[in-house]
Structure formats: structure tokens, C-alpha cells
């Protein structure tokens, strides 16, 4: 049954920002924050779509509304349709054939939330499965009018639900997973840059596989080549290492948990690759042990988790990529490469870079950018919402003074 429009204009919201605080709005950013809003008429349903104006009465779009979020509305609609069903059709066709036109076609983000316009609601495609988060109540309560319009559009074997993830709890929501359609496989089939990969969807991280790093991942393979020794650090299910095993002669992939380690064998014997050795251990204790040992490595390759989720952690986070890429450079033969990453949107392009000049110089040795990559192509992010653009990815060559 397909679920219909919760809006009505009789009774629906009226939000009334703050002088001159339509800007971002205007710019194109989604997100009405409760204390920008000046006052509120009407009422309806937590959830249903209000209206949103400046404050001098001009219409800036319409949004769901969340009176348990900081983010009160989270604006989608800047015009006069009210058709919630025929927006998210329109909108996830859209954003497919974006990705469809830069040539993806078997494992991608079909849809990434504020950017595609479909603020908290995302979509990844693995092969014929699709994995859905809603991250808003709004998205949530809508969850079954989004299935119906994938399942319409895209015909797949089965739909997962991965909306275990705490930004959730600000949105008053609990964690949850869930079959939403069809049947899914525990490991989903995917080709990635030619290598065959399975992917967890139901619970490897985020919604099972790290898409956004796809370009990276094969670029490693530049920086790689000929190398004896990789070290892949934090290599989740082997996708860095994999790509740097079809060009070097060893890869080691380090991970603190066993479950990724086994994909990553699972994923190297996928293929036929002899030469990816799994190394389970806390990353930092485990380059420590490196460097008393004098071990040293062709590539290094670190791709840690985000060490800050909010503005608030951003002081400690730094001191942890500071003390993870100085640990990283110290292990890099002479002439060869670091490749670094962080994926916290709070730890900014400049604020990442200074933290590296600050590693280099630490560690004694002369370091040069040579590359810096961002996101996959599938991943765009809007000028107008420094949220959407979190990866940056430097790729550095390391040299004796």
C-alpha cells in the first residue's frame, strides 16, 4: 500500500525565522535550526510538513518538523508541491542517474541526504540489494513510502534497513535494523575497481561497507607499486589492501576486530590473492611495536574511524591524528608514501593539514603533499553545507633530511 502525503494546509506549521537568518536557506542549506526560528503558528502532527519563512513573510520551503531536535525543520521542498510521494520518486531517479551518467553501476551511494535534496535519508547499492538510513523522524515516519518508491524504481532483490546509528537519539529516534523488502544475504556480492568483494550489510559498519573511498582505494595502487611491505591500518574488510595487493608484493592489513579481519581474508581469498597477511591489534600499540622493532614499509596506509563526532571533541581528536600520522610517517621508507585520511567533517581541509605539518616536523623527516583526494564522486558535496564535504584523503611522500 503506498503511503500517503502527511501534509495539510489547514492545519499544518507556519515557522518564522530570525531576521536576516534565511541566508544559509537561501544558499541552499536544508537544516532550520530551533534557535533561529523567531515563532511558530499552527499546528499539526512532530513529523508532518511545516512551512518555513523569513521574517519579513517571504516563503523560503517546506520541511518535516522534529520539536525533539536542535534541528527543528529540515527544509526539502521550495516550491508549491506538497506531494511527498511523486518529490521522493522524482528525487531518488534524479540522483541515480547522476551516478548512472559518471559510469556507476554496481555498488554506490544512490542517494546522500542533504545533497540529492532528501535531507537524513540514504541510500547505498550493492550490487542488486539496497541499504536505506533514516536519520530524521520525518524520514522515518516515511519509511515505508520510501521503500515503495525504491522497490518501484530500482526493482532490487531486497531492501536492509541500517539505521543503527546514535545521531538518531537526536532526532528522539532508537537504533534499528531491519529487512524492509524482498530477501537479503548476509554477505551482498559486489565489484569494486575489478576486485570482487562481499559485503556485510546487515553488520559490518555504517551501512556495510565504505563507499565514499572507492576512487582512493584504487589510487593506492599508483603509490603502491612495486612496494615489498603495505601496512593497510585500520583496513576494515581489506578495501585499501585489496587494491594494494594487485600491485605490491606484501600487504600487511591491521584492524582491531576480527570480524573484519576475517572478511578481509575471506574477501583476498575472493580472488586469489596469496599475499595479505592479517595483523589483529590496537592500531597505536601496534606502530609502536613497529618502531621499537625498526620495521619499516613501502606504504602506509591509515584510514582510522572519525576520532571526533561533535565540535566539542575536536581538541582531543587532533592530538590523535597528530600522534597516528607522526607514528605513520616514522615507519615510511625514505622516498615512499603515507597515505592519510580522516572522515570528521569537525576536523576541516585546513585543520587536517595543520595537524600534518605539525606531525612532519615532529617526526625529523621531509614531508610533501603529492595528492589530496576527497570523497567519491557519489558522495557530492553542496558548497552551501560544510557537512557534506567530511573525507579528505593526503597522500604524502616521505623523505630523509
Known amino acids: 500500500m503506498r503511503a500517503q502525503s502527511c501534509y495539510n494546509r489547514a492545519m499544518s506549521y507556519s515557522i518564522y525565522l530570525k531576521k536576516n537568518e534565511e541566508k544559509r536557506i537561501l544558499a541552499g542549506h536544508s537544516w532550520v535550526?530551533?534557535?533561529?526560528?523567531?515563532?511558530?503558528?499552527?499546528?499539526?502532527?512532530?513529523?508532518?510538513?511545516?512551512?518555513?519563512?523569513?521574517?519579513?513573510?517571504?516563503?523560503?520551503?517546506?520541511?518535516?518538523?522534529?520539536?525533539?531536535?536542535?534541528?527543528?525543520?529540515?527544509?526539502?521542498?521550495?516550491?508549491?508541491?506538497?506531494?511527498?510521494?511523486e518529490i521522493f520518486m522524482e528525487r531518488l531517479k534524479r540522483a541515480n542517474a547522476y551516478r548512472e551518467t559518471l559510469g556507476y553501476d554496481n555498488c554506490y551511494r544512490l542517494c546522500f541526504a542533504e545533497a540529492d535534496d532528501l535531507p537524513a535519508l540514504i541510500v547505498d547499492r550493492y550490487g542488486d540489494y539496497l541499504v536505506v538510513q533514516c536519520l530524521s523522524l520525518g524520514i522515518d515516519q516515511r519509511r515505508e513510502m520510501i521503500t515503495d518508491c525504491l522497490v518501484e524504481l530500482f526493482h532490487p532483490k531486497g531492501i536492509y534497513e541500517?539505521?543503527?546509528?546514535?545521531v538518531r537519539r537526536k532526532e528522539g529516534l532508537e537504533e534499528r535494523k531491519a529487512l524492509l523488502y524482498g530477501e537479503v544475504p548476509d554477505t551482498c556480492p559486489i565489484v569494486e575497481n575489478g576486485i570482487k568483494m562481499l559485503v556485510d550489510v546487515k553488520n559490518g559498519q555504517k551501512t556495510g561497507y565504505f563507499l565514499d573511498q572507492k576512487e582512493n582505494r584504487y589510487a593506492v595502487r599508483r603509490y603502491a607499486r612495486g612496494a615489498e611491505t603495505v601496512l593497510d591500518c585500520f583496513s576494515n574488510s581489506g578495501g585499501f589492501s585489496l587494491n594494494a595487493a594487485t600491485v605490491a608484493k606484501q600487504v600487511i592489513a591491521c584492524d582491531i576486530s576480527p570480524l573484519a579481519l576475517k572478511n578481509v581474508s575471506d574477501n583476498a581469498a575472493l580472488n586469489g590473492f596469496q599475499n595479505i597477511t592479517t595483523l589483529q591489534g590496537d592500531v597505536f600499540e601496534v606502530l609502536s611495536t613497529f618502531r621499537k622493532e625498526k620495521r619499516t614499509f613501502d606504504t602506509v596506509i591509515l584510514d582510522p574511524p572519525a576520532f571526533c563526532k561533535s565540535a566539542d571533541e575536536v581538541k582531543d581528536a587532533y592530538r590523535g591524528y597528530r600522534d597516528i600520522n607522526l607514528a605513520g610517517m616514522r615507519l615510511v621508507r625514505d622516498g615512499r608514501f603515507l597515505i592519510t585520511c580522516s572522515c570528521s567533517h569537525y576536523m576541516t581541509p585546513v585543520l587536517f593539514e595543520k595537524m600534518l605539518a605539525e606531525a612532519a616536523r615532529a617526526s625529523g623527516r621531509i614531508v610533501r603533499c603529492v595528492e589530496i583526494r576527497s570523497q567519491a564522486p557519489d558522495h557530492p558535496a553542496l558548497l552551501s553545507a560544510e557537512e557534506t564535504r567530511y573525507l579528505k584523503c593526503y597522500i604524502l611522500q616521505v623523505l630523509s633530511k
Open 162 to 166: 541500517r539505521s543503527d546509528v546514535t
Open 33 to 85: 535550526y530551533a534557535n533561529e526560528v523567531a515563532k511558530i503558528e499552527g499546528k499539526d502532527k512532530n513529523g508532518s510538513l511545516a512551512a518555513v519563512y523569513a521574517a519579513d513573510g517571504r516563503f523560503l520551503g517546506r520541511g518535516y518538523i522534529n520539536h525533539l531536535s536542535k534541528i527543528l525543520v529540515r527544509i526539502f521542498i521550495r516550491d508549491d508541491r506538497t506531494d511527498e510521494r
